[in-house]
């Protein structure tokens, strides 16, 4: 069916699926990425196509939720998940903001017993606005650091993350955490964002190019971050959307490849049934294209192509994953 929800199973039992995969458990929390919904996390970015409508972060525990200090919480046993939405002026310095939403995130996680990051999603208006080192995604980066570092997290506790641009004035920022880290796993064809040179900004971006937990049973899951045309640390392919898109099918690849590895799981070299695809694309015209190719590669494979700026101005398309195996 084509907009059926997908599932995601968190460990202690945590799926992640469409949404109404037909599996009991309870809902950690909901990615809305078709329409928005309340109470679900969304991304506010234009859906342009796929067969991922809804993910659904399931576990097999109770939940319980609240909020406070500007933070909406959701909790599952050891898994915590956190909301953080505030208008966002697209003509202002992010920076600041951006602090002041992970000190608040992250003193949330610590009181909770939870501040180990396992994923962090981040969207925010005009990403590529402003020129050089004022450019707001290099001020979200630098707020982002700033906040961790005062947090006290260090280098390995980081996890996968994205970071995008969206056309409606508002951050958003979720974060998954734990009492216990995940395993991150880097990319031997890319250098470690958080050790990317100064050409790049400031501070470089705070985050692991996957992270991968335990999932039902003997499960894992393992998730990928946004994954863009970047070898070493350079973009490639700039202006030629394809030959991007073969560029991330060899970094998702590689990545994967390591991920089996270092996990000792062969199933994680591909994406299969289960596999979750987000796809941002910044020019919509791209996405038939880039459908029609992923497709061909993973077949099976759900896919949701979505609307959105990635974060060098130079980058056409970025694909973050969810696997298990
Ligand atoms: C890259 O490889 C592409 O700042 O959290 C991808 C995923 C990217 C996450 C982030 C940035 C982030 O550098 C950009």
């Not at 097999?60 to 959701?74: H, K, M, N, Q």
């Not at 990403?127 to 707001?136: F, L, P, Q, T």
């Not at 919509?284 to 077949?299: T, Y």
């Not at 192509?305 to 694909?319: F, N, Q, T």
Request: hydrophobic share 40%; with cysteine; glycine share 12%.
């Amino acid at each position: 069916m084509l907009h059926e929800p997908a599932r995601v199973n968190l460990p202690g039992g945590v799926r992640v699926e469409p949404v109404g995969g037909g599996r009991a458990g309870s809902t950690l929390f909901e990615f809305a990425l078709a329409e928005p919904r309340s109470h679900a996390a969304g991304c506010g970015l234009a859906w342009l196509g796929g067969d991922l409508a809804d993910e659904c972060w399931g576990v097999d525990a109770p939940v319980s939720a609240g909020r406070e200090d500007g933070v909406t919480w959701r909790r599952a046993g050891d898994l915590l998940f956190l909301a953080f939405e505030q208008p966002d002026d697209p003509a202002d310095d992010p920076a600041a903001a951006v602090e002041a939403a992970y000190d608040r995130l992250l003193a949330t996680a610590a009181a909770a017993g939870c501040r180990q990051l396992l994923r962090a999603w981040n969207y925010l208006p005009a990403i590529n606005a402003g020129a050089g080192d004022a450019e707001r995604y290099r001020r979200f980066c630098l707020g982002r650091a700033a906040a961790l570092e005062k947090a006290g997290y260090g280098e390995g506790e980081l996890c996968a993350g994205t970071a995008i641009g969206g056309d409606e004035p508002l951050l958003r920022v979720y974060l998954l955490c734990a009492p216990e880290p995940g395993i991150n796993i880097e990319n031997p064809r890319q250098v470690s964002a958080y050790r990317y040179p100064r050409q790049y900004g400031p501070r470089s971006p705070s985050f692991a190019r996957a992270t991968a937990i335990t999932g039902p049973g003997d499960a894992m899951l393992l998730m990928i971050s946004g994954t863009a045309s970047v070898v070493g640390h350079r973009t490639l392919h700039e202006d030629d959307v394809a030959a991007q898109l073969e560029e991330i099918i060899r970094n998702l690849e590689s990545l994967m490849a390591q991920s089996a590895r270092d996990l000792g799981r062969p199933g994680l070299a591909e994406f299969g049934e289960g596999s979750l695809l987000r796809v941002y694309v910044r020019n919509a015209d791209d996405w038939p294209l880039i459908e029609a190719r992923l497709r061909r590669r993973w077949p099976a494979a759900r896919l949701a192509g979505l609307r959105g700026d990635v974060c060098r101005s130079d980058l056409l398309v970025e694909i973050e994953a969810v696997s298990r195996s």
